[in-house]
């Protein structure tokens, strides 16, 4: 039976039908309430015989004991005798009251609030209004004496006030001014030193045309200030009676919301309505503009932002101009953080909208220059080489990829060499190193200690950290890749990127993105210059950093093969990179070669044309790839470096948000709290002063993550149930859908408890790998171990070593050798991480424990 509870006004439980549940005497209902002030955690009996008398009586304990089972029995009536309580727990010393957070009113009361403070005026409102709905009356109303109620009734009450002042904040800027006035009349009768409220029931007064009613208001706030308080009113007050008596333009509704910004927005909208036709192509752009920036900004915006994008894309293709459809899908350059889709089919019709658009550019080119080498590259049977790179995500990626869409080959780098893959996804024998693992700024120095048994160091690529132009730092394994040669130390701080500790040592010669400097690779093979052929630059030889000198580059020239003549070329390009960048970002999570395929055509079109925006667009394509294995956090850790220094330089700043949200991330993964701690900081501080209310989101989310890591258990779920209030209404269900369930878990498995076994948790796409632990907590082994062998592999993000890890312990739990020996193999390149911390969400701790356990249970 599931069980409500409320504390907004005197205390009670509901059933599941809404009926009153006996809750006997008031002392009975004084545990209830000290146990939901304790918010989840465990209240030792001491306690609560101290905050029940305040001279406890001998057999006082015994007294609680008995409330308690009153309680028990009259909140799960239907509980079998002798089997243990699974809402109101024994636990340790004392007790704790298991309830969900939206069970107990105060408790989503505030996650109402807290939501609201993320949405735009009209999806505040509602939230608002339904969060004042649930108050019956002062919070904890029979216990206002009590101490142990005193902190908690204050801090309600406070938000409570904080409520109403943000709603009527809301109706104002919807244009309903004459609602708000009889609630701010009523609110300032009982707490009349709030001045924002006297500011707000003389803006609201002041809108219905009451101007002398708003001027009395304001005489009246400062009678009360001055005369009882012996202050004056603050600037706010004086500021809007002086607008007021001069009536001025700013306090018109139409424009009060954003003052004088928002005057500017609403004359400039008009003069575009009038002066653009309503069919004009420029609108499509622009629209995707304002998409761009909307998905932002969270919640109903990012909503908005993701249904209208699709049909941008085809209103752009209905009027066959494929550059202009090649526009509207790579202006969308929204940087994105989360592996997992929003929205999985949609991403699918926009890949496949890319591909079909990539190909009718290519096709609307005509037959290649004679100017460019007629040279195919071989096939070798590998990705990336003879196959169709127009080809869309196939079906195992989350599947929900489109069907391909064939089209002309543009054949992978041949200097790239993909991590380890499943069979048949080797690398081919002749491969150079592996750019992509190097190429993208240094982790920096915090990564020593960091990497696996025979890793090696970090990677001093991009940014030129320290290391001479000939050496090579391996991230991969022994065996499982080429060594990874140092990139062109292009988007490297001069400085060092935010987050490293100690200066970036740049080599002599490295150019840097943007400066206008020689542009070589570390290896010290030549780029081409801007103002240099890329006809030329294959002439020459390789056209990449780490390309093969004896061979020209077949990706380049597929490129250029297919590169219109004279200066149109550069546009053309980008416009391709920036194609080729949506679909990695839209491909991530899958198996499909594409999307790495993809991010690292767009990164080399990007470092070629020296353009800032478009590589870092293509950076966040290049982070989107990074999860074909475990242990690949130093890598990422690069990829976050070079963005954060490139858009400092150029001023990107969802790219920089990008960047250290990145890099927490990877520091994370790394046990390096000190430094994820500062990148949580920058990125906070970056989303208060450019208004991107996610961000916080993410950062609240890695704060639960580490106290989880630290063992501060009882914290960290707690934590972690205020961190999924933001998601609620964020706009991002990929990233919502089942996430706290699975941080319990694995705060529970990191603990050595057992599952939680809920009927009513929704696991959401994490469900297979929670099942088999669920099922071994419920004492059902047979049943646990048919389930891990339907357990799939997971989806290549962010969560893939926790998900490894959950296998893992589920098959050591149940014998299963062969699953164990698989999650062993996946998690082993991971030995030096924490599993699951590079999510920047939740951990199970270090894999190497995870390791241990396999390798002993498999002995």
């Known amino acids: 039976m599931r069980v409500g509870f409320g504390v907004l006004g005197p205390v009670v439980a509901w059933d599941a039908d809404g009926h009153a549940i006996a809750l006997k005497g008031p002392r009975h209902r004084a545990v209830l309430a000290r146990l939901i002030v304790a918010r989840r955690r465990v209240v030792p009996v001491s306690r609560l015989v101290d905050d029940l008398w305040t001279e406890p009586p001998p057999a006082a304990v015994g007294a609680v004991r008995?409330?308690?089972?009153?309680?028990?029995?009259?909140?799960?009536?239907?509980?079998?005798?002798?089997?243990?309580?699974?809402?109101?727990?024994?636990?340790?010393?004392?007790?704790?009251?298991?309830?969900?957070?939206?069970?107990?009113?105060?408790?989503?009361?505030?996650?109402?609030?807290?939501?609201?403070?993320?949405?735009?005026?009209?999806?505040?409102?509602?939230?608002?209004?339904?969060?004042?709905?649930?108050?019956?009356?002062?919070?904890?109303a029979e216990f206002a004496d009590e101490d142990w109620a005193r902190g908690e009734r204050s801090r309600l009450a406070e938000l409570r006030?904080?409520?109403?002042?943000?709603?009527?904040?809301?109706?104002?800027?919807?244009?309903?001014?004459?609602?708000?006035?009889?609630?701010?009349?009523?609110?300032?009768?009982?707490?009349?030193?709030?001045?924002?409220?006297?500011?707000?029931?003389?803006?609201?007064?002041?809108?219905?045309?009451?101007?002398?009613?708003?001027?009395?208001?304001?005489?009246?706030?400062?009678?009360?200030?001055?005369?009882?308080?012996?202050?004056?009113?603050g600037p706010e007050l004086r500021r809007l009676e002086t607008d007021i008596l001069g009536q001025a333009p700013h306090l018109d509704p139409a424009t009060a919301r954003g003052g004088a910004a928002a005057q500017v927005w609403a004359e400039a909208a008009a003069a575009y309505d009038r002066t653009v036709a309503s069919g004009a192509r420029t609108r499509l752009e622009s629209t995707v503009g304002l998409l761009r920036d909307l998905s932002m900004t969270g919640g109903g915006g990012l909503r908005t932002a993701r249904q209208q994008r699709v049909a941008a894309v085809a209103a752009a293709e209905e009027l066959g101009d494929p550059e202009l459809t090649a526009r509207v899908i790579g202006s969308y350059d929204v940087p994105a953080i989360w592996t997992r889709l929003d929205d999985p089919e949609q991403a699918a019709s926009i890949v496949a909208a890319a591909e079909r658009t990539l190909a009718a550019l290519a096709a609307g080119l005509g037959a290649p220059d004679d100017r460019a080498p007629a040279v195919e590259p071989p096939d070798h049977g590998a990705p990336g080489h003879g196959a169709p790179a127009h080809q869309t995500p196939g079906p195992e990626a989350l599947g929900h990829e489109a069907p391909g869409q064939g089209g002309p080959s543009h054949a992978a780098p041949a200097h790239e060499t993909p991590g380890p893959e499943a069979p048949g996804q080797g690398a081919p024998n002749h491969a150079a190193p592996d750019h992509a693992a190097t190429g993208h700024g240094a982790p920096g120095p915090e990564a020593p200690g960091h990497e696996a048994p025979g890793q090696g160091g970090p990677s001093h690529a991009a940014t030129g950290h320290g290391a001479p132009d000939h050496e090579t730092h391996d991230l991969e394994p022994p065996g499982q890749g080429a060594p990874s040669h140092a990139?062109?130390?292009?988007?490297?701080?001069?400085?060092?990127?935010?987050?490293?500790?100690?200066?970036?040592?740049?080599?002599?010669?490295?150019?840097?993105?943007?400066?206008?400097?020689?542009?070589r690779a570390v290896t010290g093979h030549e780029l081409p210059s801007r103002r240099t052929s890329g006809y030329a630059a294959v002439a020459r030889g390789s056209s990449v950093p780490g390309g093969d000198l004896d061979a020209p580059d077949h990706s380049t020239l597929s490129t250029l093969r297919h590169a219109p003549r004279g200066e149109?070329?550069?546009?053309?390009?980008?416009?391709?990179?920036?194609?080729?960048?949506?679909?990695?970002?839209?491909?991530?999570?899958?198996?499909?070669?594409?999307?790495?395929?993809?991010?690292?055509?767009?990164?080399?079109?990007?470092?070629?044309?020296?353009?800032?925006?478009?590589?870092?667009?293509?950076?966040?394509?290049?982070?989107?790839?990074?999860?074909?294995?475990?242990?690949?956090?130093?890598?990422?850790?690069?990829t976050g470096a070079e963005l954060i220094a490139l858009s400092e330089r150029h001023g990107l700043v969802a790219f920089e948000v990008l960047g250290h949200l990145i890099r927490l991330q990877a520091r994370s993964a790394l046990a390096d709290f000190a430094s994820a701690d500062r990148h949580a900081t920058a990125a906070d501080r970056l989303g208060e002063r450019h208004e991107r209310p996610l961000v916080s989101v993410f950062t609240e989310w890695y704060r639960a993550l580490r106290l989880a890591a630290t063992g501060q258990a009882a914290e960290a779920e707690a934590a972690y149930r205020d961190a999924a209030t933001r998601l609620d209404g964020a706009g991002m269900p990929g990233l919502a859908h089942g996430l706290l369930p699975l941080a319990l878990l694995c705060l529970r498995v990191e603990q050595g408890r057992p599952a939680p076994t809920d009927a009513d948790l929704d696991w959401g796409p994490y469900a297979p790998w929670a099942r088999p632990l669920v099922m071994l907590a419920q004492d059902h082994r047979a049943e646990a171990a048919a389930a891990l062998r339907?357990?799939?592999?997971?989806?290549?993000?962010?969560?893939l070593e926790a998900l490894w890890c959950l296998t893992g312990r589920a098959a050591i739990a149940v014998g299963d050798r062969e699953t164990m020996a698989r999650a062993r193999a996946a998690l082993a390149p991971a030995a030096a991480e924490l599993a699951g911390a590079g999510s920047g969400l939740l951990t199970l701790g270090p894999v190497s424990r995870h390791l241990a356990d396999l390798t002993d249970a498999l002995r």
């Not at 709603?167 to 300032?188: M, S, Y």
């Not at 200066?503 to 002599?508: F, L, M, R, V």
């Not at 339907?790 to 969560?799: A, K």
Request: glycine share 8%; hydrophobic share 40%.
């Open 66 to 140: 008995t409330f308690v089972a009153a309680l028990r029995r009259a909140l799960e009536p239907q509980r079998p005798p002798r089997t243990p309580a699974r809402l109101l727990v024994t636990e340790g010393p004392g007790y704790a009251l298991r309830a969900d957070v939206d069970t107990v009113d105060a408790w989503r009361f505030e996650q109402d609030v807290s939501a609201a403070a993320t949405l735009p005026p009209d999806g505040a409102l509602p939230r608002l209004e339904q969060a004042l709905s649930r108050w019956r009356g002062p919070a904890y």
């Open 161 to 233: 006030l904080h409520a109403v002042e943000r709603q009527a904040e809301a109706r104002l800027a919807l244009g309903r001014a004459a609602e708000a006035v009889p609630d701010l009349e009523a609110h300032l009768a009982e707490h009349p030193w709030r001045e924002g409220a006297w500011r707000a029931l003389a803006l609201a007064l002041y809108r219905t045309g009451r101007q002398g009613d708003a001027l009395a208001v304001l005489r009246r706030a400062r009678t009360l200030l001055v005369e009882q308080l012996g202050v004056d009113p």
């Open 487 to 519: 990139a062109t130390g292009r988007g490297a701080s001069r400085h060092g990127a935010p987050g490293h500790e100690g200066p970036a040592h740049e080599a002599p010669g490295r150019g840097t993105l943007g400066h206008g400097a020689p542009e």
């Open 568 to 638: 149109a070329a550069p546009r053309h390009e980008s416009v391709r990179a920036r194609l080729l960048a949506t679909i990695a970002v839209e491909s991530r999570g899958g198996r499909s070669e594409r999307g790495r395929q993809a991010a690292r055509q767009a990164e080399e079109i990007a470092r070629r044309l020296d353009d800032p925006a478009l590589l870092a667009f293509a950076l966040n394509g290049v982070f989107m790839q990074t999860f074909d294995r475990a242990g690949l956090a130093p890598r990422r850790d690069a």
């Open 790 to 799: 339907t357990v799939p592999e997971p989806p290549r993000d962010l969560l």
